[in-house]
């Protein structure tokens, strides 16, 4: 079975493999990933967590164990703060301190997943949502079966 050519789409996969959104319809821009948390979430009027890829392996190519780091940044829809705070932190508990998962479709296995710190507020966008952040390390291999 082949992976994902993203490894961050694998993260959103195995989001959606714990019940925690609906992968959305792929990539919002080079880096970042994004999975739907409702499906009201495609009219702004829920919450929407973008997976942002914040560090890693110079040659992925290279190595069979990567150990890279990512971002959750949680969009919270003003009118909607505190479900979309929950599932913000929903997903902290998911990941936090959790070992050896692979999302389904996948050959890659996460050995771990490590917050850096608690989801924290970190301002608000454009259109007035709340943005909440909390970063993450990893480590997967590839290929396994």
Excluded: C
Excluded at 34 to 54: E, F, N, P, V
Excluded at 102 to 131: C, I, K, M, Y
Excluded at 134 to 141: A, D, K, S, V
Aim: net charge negative.
């Amino acid at each position: 079975m082949a992976s994902r050519v993203d490894w961050l789409e694998d993260i959103a996969v195995l989001l959606q493999d714990l019940g925690i959104g609906e992968v959305w319809d792929g990539s919002v821009a080079a880096g970042i990933f994004a999975i739907m948390l409702d499906k009201r979430a495609k009219k702004r009027q829920h919450t929407i967590i973008q997976l942002i890829r914040s560090g890693g392996s110079p040659d992925p190519d290279l190595v069979e164990v990567r150990k890279p780091g990512f971002q959750v940044l949680v969009i919270v829809n003003k009118r909607s703060v505190q479900p979309g705070i929950a599932k913000g932190r929903a997903v902290y508990d998911a990941l936090h301190n959790r070992i050896s998962l692979s999302p389904t479709g996948s050959d890659r296995v996460f050995a771990w997943f490590q917050a850096q710190q608690e989801p924290s507020h970190v301002g608000e966008d454009d259109n007035g949502n709340f943005l909440y952040s909390h970063n993450y390390l990893t480590e997967f291999r590839e290929g396994v079966t």
